[in-house]
């Protein structure tokens, strides 16, 4: 089971990224799906979520406005666009499925977990 993280890179502040996370399908059947960072010297905290049917999302208080996660079932995709970029949201990206269908915000309850990709912000 993989799950693989991409489109990180270096941005100025108030600008924009797109992060996609691919995986089988297999992995992303009936699952939802989580982005979390972890910046350094912090732990790591979630961002957002899209539940497996995409209807239902959710996002951290500190993204929210600012960030939307949504999924293609077509592909096995799930994308972060991020946008009016902060300093502050510099930080390892990792997307995950979770062991269920509904959104969740607790890491304990993702199954599988990719390598995650540097997103860093510039002032």
């Known amino acids: 089971v993989q799950l693989q993280a991409s489109g990180g890179g270096l941005v100025q502040a108030g600008g924009s990224l797109r992060l996609s996370c691919t995986a089988s399908?297999?992995?992303?059947?009936?699952?939802?799906v989580g982005w979390f960072r972890q910046a350094p010297g912090k732990e790591r905290e979630f961002v957002a979520a899209?539940?497996?049917?995409?209807?239902?999302?959710g996002y951290a208080d500190s993204v929210k406005g600012r960030f939307a996660i949504s999924r293609d079932h077509a592909k096995s995709m799930v994308y972060l666009q991020m946008n009016s970029l902060k300093p502050e949201d510099t930080a390892v990206y990792s997307c995950?499925?979770?062991?269920?269908?509904?959104?969740?915000?607790?890491?304990?309850?993702?199954?599988?977990w990719g390598q995650g990709t540097l997103v860093t912000v510039s002032s």
């Open positions: 995950a499925a979770a062991r269920g269908s509904s959104i969740t915000r607790d890491p304990i309850y993702y199954k599988y």
């Open positions: 399908k297999r992995t992303f059947s009936n699952n939802a």
């Open positions: 899209v539940g497996y049917w995409g209807g239902s999302t």
